[in-house]
């Protein structure tokens, strides 16, 4: 694992790293040290396949240092697939091309300035590229937001220079910005408020209302034809061998159960529990709180409950959210419910009512 | 230019500590401030549902000192308003779990971005007040105009005073019944002020509608019918230091009823003459 440091590019190489969950563990080390703040990311992985919460996670990681997942390097399509939905730039450029993908024009006045204190080689590359720096007094605020500008202006242009037309035509006319210092004066207001709430939260990067997954949708099983037909494999044998821990009680607001198996609960659970498994969790009754099934990471894990009320539903390291408009005040208890079970379908999670 | 730190405290249980924090975070962001909330009741969070986003929360106040997770991750944006921010406190958890220190230590980095920091402070004198008070500087103590809820408040307002931060605090009369205070079945808020020799910041009105609120999800200043929430808009720009008017809340409703106050007005003003 080597980290190559070329000015304000970082490349993370995590080639060799064969799992998702390896891959954040070493990520989240490397992002522990300080010279990784404030700086593009070229993360390098290899075979590793991950979906689109796992690149998420990822993103915000990075964002959480201050710095940004410019372009991934992957050999596996799946994962450039979700990359490119997500915006980031997917290079297949094999070992020694990095340069290649470090473009001339990223440099803000920032971060030439940055470059200027650091050494003289890079006050040449200020000359080159021939903007003045003038913007040294400006406040803390605005120059994250110039940088975030800047980063996002230059990621369209490689963007266009290097990738397939799938991804130029998501890019808006708009969006290509053709000057930065243009591009400074447009944002105004909202990109500050960005700066403030949403660069580095959770909530702002899984549960961005523009991503599908958000929130629980419920369907009708029948009517649904696109359920994928799923193989028997290894995850679900786990499932199957985990021993299982049976409740017979209303869990009721503040109480964890977590166990490291399955969990059956013969009651209610209020709003405000918390139940966590490794396995599958199964409710008899209105499921109210907070459910994690596959708490390790099984994608195959269910949640089960006769009525489905979740404030929260996760799986594995999916997550989503109650709609809105169901946060009523209380379920009315009926004589007949139709159970239901979510589970993950293309890295969502969806509630099926079981009909039969 | 740095934030300012206000607790809202009581001392008594549900004069409306919770419903006040919420409100007056949404009128002051609705002003433009840049607000958060910091629920404090750890294990009887309530801060959530007011405002409706029980179902947005993923780490707490607790995970933010155990280091589960960054400050900014702990955040939850309002769904309406992006000026307002809510840092949930955990519910499987109790008041040990945070320490004065620790709370002044996330009130301090937050006083750095934002604007305004209300800590939503729990019942009772023990730990889980002198956390929420630790790191702010200035208090409005929720009162009622019963007894009971006034001597409580006396009470917290001998520990605001005895506590080293707490640089101002002013008074929030809540549930104020007017026609009861007209039949003189309730103590005045001017009689209420007199026993806590304080300054009040506001007064709100009693108003059914703050239960449909609590239960939708929804502060009532969102309501721009509601007489209450016009005092809580109006307690929002006293504290952003505007020199506002106490609404006159013996306002009838009624037609015939703003006829005989009228009228009884007009008759005043002739015996005076």
Known sequence: ?356 | MAGRVIVITSGKGGVGKTTTSANIGTALAKNGHSVVLVDTDIGLRNLDLLLGLENRIVYTLVDVVEERCKLKQALVKDKKNPNLCLLAAAQTRDKSSVSAEQLKKITDKLKKDYDYILVDCPAGIEQGFQTAIAGASEAIVVTTPEMSAVRDADRIIGLLEAAEGIESYKLLINRVRPNMIKSNDMMSVEDVENILSCNKIGIIPEDTGIITSTNRGEPIVNNEKSLAGKAYINVARRINGEDVPFLDLDEPKNLVGKLKKFLSGFSKQGKEQ
């Open chain 1, 1 to 356: 694992m080597e980290q190559c440091l070329d000015d304000n590019m970082y490349m993370v190489d995590l080639g060799e790293v064969n799992s998702a969950a390896e891959v954040i563990f070493e990520l989240s080390n490397i992002l522990d040290n300080d010279e990784v703040k404030n700086k593009r990311i070229h993360l390098r992985l290899g075979d590793v396949t991950l979906n689109q919460a796992q690149l998420l996670s990822i993103k915000s990681l990075i964002n959480g240092v201050d710095s940004t997942l410019s372009t991934i390097d992957t050999k596996s399509s799946d994962t450039e697939k979700v990359a490119l939905s997500l915006g980031i730039i997917v290079s297949n450029e094999s070992e020694e091309n990095n340069t290649e993908i470090k473009p001339q024009t990223t440099y803000t006045p920032q971060e030439e300035y940055k470059e200027e204190q650091n050494s003289e080689e890079a006050y040449k590359i200020v000359e080159e590229s021939d903007i003045s720096v003038t913007e040294e007094q400006e406040p803390v605020e605005e120059q994250e937001i110039i940088q975030e500008n800047v980063s996002s202006q230059t990621s369209q242009e490689i963007v266009e220079d290097t990738l397939q037309e799938e991804v130029k035509e998501e890019i808006s006319p708009e969006a290509t910005i053709e000057q930065p210092q243009n591009s400074e004066q447009k944002n105004d207001v909202k990109d500050e408020l960005e700066v403030i709430f949403g660069s580095t939260p959770v909530q702002t990067s899984i549960f961005d209302t523009e991503l599908p997954k958000e929130v629980y949708e419920t369907k009708n099983e029948l009517e649904d034809i696109v359920v994928p037909e799923e193989e028997y494999t290894k995850e679900d044998l786990e499932i199957e061998s985990f021993p299982t821990k049976y409740i017979k009680q209303t869990i009721r607001s503040g109480q964890v159960i977590s166990y490291e198996g399955n969990i059956i609960i013969i009651g209610d659970c209020h709003p405000g529990c918390e139940i966590k498994a490794f396995g599958d969790i199964t409710v008899w009754g209105i499921l109210g709180g907070i459910a994690h099934a596959g708490a390790a990471g099984n994608q195959k894990a269910r949640v089960r409950a006769l009525k489905m009320n979740a404030i929260q539903l996760r799986i594995a390291d999916c997550y989503s959210r109650r709609p809105d408009s169901l946060n009523t005040v209380y379920v009315e208890k009926t004589n007949s419910f139709t159970p239901e079970e979510a589970r993950i379908i293309n890295n969502e999670i969806v509630v099926f009512k079981i009909n039969d």
